[in-house]
């Protein structure tokens, strides 16, 4: 029998009551056709490759990552509370040791959810792997984590709850915002306040293939993660970057991303974006438990696989090699880089507006980011969508016992009164609610 010489878990949610429409690109078929490839390769076979069941997340899990507007059970429906448990399965298994690494084989995705949710963006109304770091830093005591996005679009709601928080690392592989669906991602987003350098972006030109894709993870990905010196890794693992996917513009293969895998070696992986159900996911998805695994990837080839026309472009390398080389300093230079645009400042005020495409609402916010010389300090946040005004105080996990009492001063004075819902998300202390 062959044996795996990592054990992997996988846990595996089709979702079949869940779809944004019958034709649309988020449906049950995404996974099934996996699922059959997987029975037929015979990877259950192996010894050491396990199939587990998900969790089912709940509002305190939830609420942990996210304000819901007006409530959880608003947002998220059932199939959403299982994605997010399938990732918080995977957690648990990997950090009790029952084995070394797992992948969560789920939807909906999650990765477009940002910190306040009016709806659906991007297909994401529960960012999976925010609640599923949260659990982790909770229950498990873990301080430093480190986030990698390598699905074709920005992980745009990953970055957004995780922009101030100096001990979650997000890095995001992704094609150029000017081309693409969420529009963001560019390098000089690069993290606020004493989260300055803790975001890095890395935007590729269209048509980036494997070659590409393995230039940035050993020339940037790798030495910051060596640098930052993570707990644990978490890939954020869509894999609309394929050649065949219907709504990109990439062209990494099914062996490219089990070695990208190989080579990130990452603790959890948690599927994303991922349209080409029958070209792509089978063979990629087969691809990146046999190199979780670490077993021999080399036979897997998707059908319609023609290496002559994936060859990477001279100018796409110039291109990444200058975008390598500028991130590359940034995270060399972030402590410069943050001392600098944070001397003199009591606070950081920034406005924004956030439409969400599958549930046409504009949403606005204003946001102020207090600094504190002691600690990460708390933010508060007005959000306006077509139906509630909020506002919602989000105290970070390391906060000071002065900001926690200044937090606390800001929100009693934005009650119900001037907004629809008042928000509390004390995340040191892990209270939560709701007036």
Known sequence: MLKAKNSVGIIFFPAYDWAISPSHPEREERLLYTQDQIIEEGLFDIKGIHEFKPLIAGATHINRAHVSVPDVDTQASISHKISAGGALKSAEI???KEVNKSFALVRPPGHHARRVVHGNRGFCNIN???????DIRKKYNVKKVAIVDTDCHHGDGTQDIYYHDPDVLFI??????RTLYPGSGFTDEFGIGRGIGYTINVPLPPLTSDSGYFYVLEN???????DFKPEIIINSAGQDN?????????????????????????DIAVLEGGYSAESALPYV???????????????VVEPTYNKSELIESDSNLSIIRETVKEQLNRWQNRAAIQEKALKGREFINSRRSVYYDEAGITEHQNETLFLCKDCTSFYTMESSGDNYKIFATVLEQNICDNCRDKASEIFKKNNKSNFDYSYWMDKSRDDYKRI
């Not at 999976?128 to 949260?134: G, R, S």
């Not at 995001?172 to 915002?177: F, I, K, N, P, T």
């Open 242 to 266: 394929h050649f065949s996917d219907p709504i990109t513009n990439m062209n990494i293969t099914a062996k490219g991303y089990a070695k990208l895998t190989e080579m990130l070696n990452a």
């Open 285 to 299: 998805n087969t691809g990146i438990i046999l190199a979780m695994a670490g077993l021999d990837y080399s036979n």
């Open 220 to 226: 940037l990905v790798l030495p910051i993660l060596s």
């Open 172 to 177: 995001s592989l992704h094609q150029d915002g």
């Open 128 to 134: 999976i792997e925010a609640v599923m770091v949260e």
């Open 94 to 96: 990997v950090l009790t």
